[in-house]
């Protein structure tokens, strides 16, 4: 859906996030663009974006995208060889 839209917008623009920019998404997905403004500022939100954030430093993520296995942050390759050997 549209979450997974923005998601992929989001993450593909990770140098492109300034308040016009994620307007532009927003309407590039179709959101509800009067919602999307007043939602915008709202402390009740900023708020869990910071939890989050906070969330994923205290278990180690340093960027996207993370990798953990077994709850362990993974460093290594991210092809078959390196994959597989840190699942054996």
Known sequence: GRFWEMHDLLFRNQARLESDDLHRYAERIGLD???FESDLPN???ATRVERDVESG???GV???PSLFIDGTGYRGARDAA???GALT
Do not use: C, E, P, Y
Request: aromatic share 0%; hydrophobic share 35%; glycine share 20%.
């Open 57 to 59: 430093t205290r278990s």
């Open 82 to 84: 390196g994959l597989g």
């Open 62 to 64: 340093d960027g996207t």
């Open 33 to 35: 663009l009067v919602r």
């Open 43 to 45: 402390s009740a939100i």
